[in-house]
């Protein structure tokens, strides 16, 4: 089966959504999910204050951070963010496979990495204010201790996924 979009480069439509979530699956032609994702980014983005809170982590101004910040909203937002990267990659990644005619087992890409980074990215955002993370004051900013635990857990998750697979993989080849 043939597909009827053009090939999707995989990183272009991830990269469209680290700018914002929806537009990599509106560059992918996924008009539904990305209009929701859209939707969802700007009322979570509202309801979190986290343009605010952006401005002011990037000027320095910490304790504004903090006042500005919604946290029972700024939460979902890892999910949103980290679920649009990896559906706008996997979903270019299929298309691009159907319209080689490629017929591909069902997998994704990322996954852990995605996953990983979306839970440390609430890890962070929940840490924030302990007395562990205040021992390094450049993680005391919300919108920077997201990132750091984020990516961290996320590079953690990947190479656990990795391994994880690669032993499925060596056992399906070698056993008999």
């Known amino acids: 089966m043939r597909s ?15 700018v914002l979530p929806g537009f990599g699956q509106l560059y992918n032609r ?5 209009t929701i994702l859209l939707v969802l980014e700007f009322l979570i983005n509202l309801k979190s204050h986290l343009n605010i809170v952006l ?13 500005s910040v919604n946290y029972n909203w700024g939460l979902f937002y890892p999910s949103i963010y980290g679920f649009s ?6 979903m270019a990644i299929s298309n691009n496979n159907r ?5 591909v087992e ?3 890409y990322l996954s852990g990495f995605f996953i990983g980074f979306v839970i440390g990215m609430d890890f962070g955002l929940f840490w924030h204010d302990t007395g562990i993370i205040q021992r390094f004051p450049f993680l005391d900013y919300p919108v920077y201790n997201g990132l750091v635990f984020g990516l961290l857990l996320g590079f953690l998750s990947h190479l656990a996924e990795i391994k994880i697979y690669r032993r499925k993989l060596k056992k399906l080849l070698f056993e008999d």
């Open 106 to 108: 069902k997998r994704t």
């Open 55 to 67: 401005l002011d982590t990037l000027t320095g101004d910490l304790l504004r951070a903090h006042d």
């Open 30 to 34: 996924d008009y539904y999910i990305g």
């Open 99 to 103: 319209l080689e005619g490629n017929v």
């Open 85 to 90: 990267l990896w559906q706008a990659l996997n």
């Open 4 to 18: 009827s979009r053009p090939y999707k480069s995989p990183l272009a439509a991830m990269l469209w959504s680290v």
